[in-house]
């Protein structure tokens, strides 16, 4: 088997045993409003290093290393880098992986598109308002929805019940 037919063959096979990713890079606008439009030179002024090259470059952190990962309270987790309420507190829950995962998202927050930088394809997810690289969703979650959707902790920002949510990102 010549590596034509070998990249082929394992094409074919991640279908039965990965998600169906949204095709396409772009980001569609939906609840979130209007796409938040900037360069990556003002997201690297904003951020913080560590955030900004998880959000805007798709790096990822090392698992255990988000204090979120331990975060009980109840509230919202919003986009790092654009403040949009991304996850509830009640869909969190721990995964093991070392990384703050939850089984599903606020409606509208997410959108995906499949990743292959580890040779074989997987669904990366990103913040729909800002574009910012969140993580990765698997198909090993607890129910009801069955997946785990696996978050950087830089990429996020926990608020608490009580607190008032932040403006969004302007």
Known sequence: ??????????????????????????????????????????????????????????????????????EKRDGTFVCAACSLPLFDSSTKYESGTGWPSFWDYLPGAVATRTDFKLIYPRTEYHCVRCGGHQGHVFKDGPQPTGKRYCNNGVALQFVPRAEKLPALRT
């Open 1 to 70: 088997m010549d590596r034509r037919q070998s990249l082929k063959w394992l094409g074919g096979l991640s279908a039965f045993i990965l998600p169906v990713a949204t095709p396409g890079a772009a980001w569609a606008s939906d609840s979130a409003g209007t796409p938040l439009q900037k360069s990556k030179s003002e997201w690297a002024a904003l951020l913080p290093k560590p955030a900004y090259r998880v959000l805007f470059e798709e790096d990822t952190e090392r698992a255990g290393s988000s204090p979120l990962n331990q």
